[in-house]
């Protein structure tokens, strides 16, 4: 094959680079103008006293000093969004990972058991939430029916504030369908040659599971966890559809409480400083957990010391 000149080579080059651009473009526009503006403009809001109508007053820090040192709510509702994401997270997590393991053997229905498991992810959220809300009603609802044909008493799953975010947190685990979905084409891209290796040196279902399974699937586990702590840290659907923040600031979410300030009391720029807050927050987490996956993060052919 005749090689090209150089001439033509700089010039394909060039036009390979013009059409990449050119495909790209649309994304980087849709990219610059649905996030980085935004981005933007909220921490410059952030920054200024207005309430959508009357003119602008530059405040400088005060929204922020005043969001650490004098909203008595904004603590209460840092922990409870910290409590949930870390319930949601990790129950989701841990029951994806089971039910996506028992959908990948041979069971009969299997495909009817996946469109199971998978169907809460994909129904509206409002009529998921009600559905909920009659399950957890403190005199009528189904849970508190069989505790008390069980013989126990009644308990106020969204009317305490100790249960009621673990509650909601319980929703958010059962919503998992997309994560089983992901956990399941992660199993069925375990090499087979591992287990049938292992079970030549006599490897038990535990051994395998826990040194072939589990090291295989640390990058699926990875983006799993990191898609989920993004989302359970933005949580606002189950404080608008069951508890409106309440009792007390038992689902008081950060989210929640930007929507009530900046949507409801108008007060944009404070808003503005509680979503620069939230958003520096996910990006420690996300931070924290790109920075230690490096140690537990494994890729076929790796070599582990």
């Known amino acids: 094959m005749t090689a090209l000149p150089k001439r033509h080579m700089i010039r394909y080059n060039r036009g390979e680079t013009r059409a990449a651009w050119i495909c790209l473009l649309p994304s980087v526009i849709g990219l610059v103008c649905i996030t980085y503006i935004p981005m933007i403009a909220s921490f410059t809001l952030s920054l200024f006293n ?36 870390c319930l949601s997270v990790i129950g989701s997590i841990i029951y994806s990972m089971i039910i996506a393991m028992l959908l990948n053997r041979k069971v009969p229905a299997r495909g009817f058991f996946r469109a199971v498991f998978y169907l809460p992810y994909v129904l509206p959220v409002l009529a998921v939430y009600l559905g909920w809300k009659w399950l957890f009603d403190y005199n009528h609802g189904l849970f508190n029916y ?39 084409a992660g199993l069925q891209n375990v090499p087979r040659t591992y287990h049938e290796a292992a079970e030549i040196d006599g490897a038990n279902a535990w051994h395998r599971f826990w040194k072939i399974t ?12 990191l898609m989920s702590l993004v989302t ?3 949580v606002i659907t189950p404080a608008l559809s069951l508890t409106q923040g309440g009792p007390g600031t038992g689902s008081y979410f950060m989210c929640y409480m930007l929507y009530t300030q900046a949507f409801k009391s ?20 996300t931070g924290i957990l790109f920075a230690t996956s490096k140690g537990w993060i494994f890729y076929e052919g790796d070599e582990k010391e």
């Open 50 to 85: 207005w309430n959508g109508l009357g003119e602008m007053k530059y405040i400088g820090l005060d929204n922020y000093i005043r969001l650490f040192t004098r909203d008595t709510k904004f603590y209460g509702s840092l922990l409870t969004t910290l409590e949930y994401a």
């Open 146 to 184: 069989l505790i008390k044909l069980n013989g126990g008493t009644s308990v106020k799953f969204l009317d305490s504030s100790t249960m009621v975010t673990p509650s909601l947190a319980l929703i958010a685990v059962w919503l998992s369908g997309n994560l089983i979905v992901i956990f399941l």
């Open 214 to 225: 589990i090291p295989c699937m640390t990058p699926i586990i990875f983006y799993n966890l």
């Open 232 to 234: 359970n840290l933005q």
């Open 266 to 285: 108008h007060k944009y720029g404070y808003g503005s400083a509680i979503a620069v807050i939230l958003f520096l927050i996910i990006a420690v987490f």
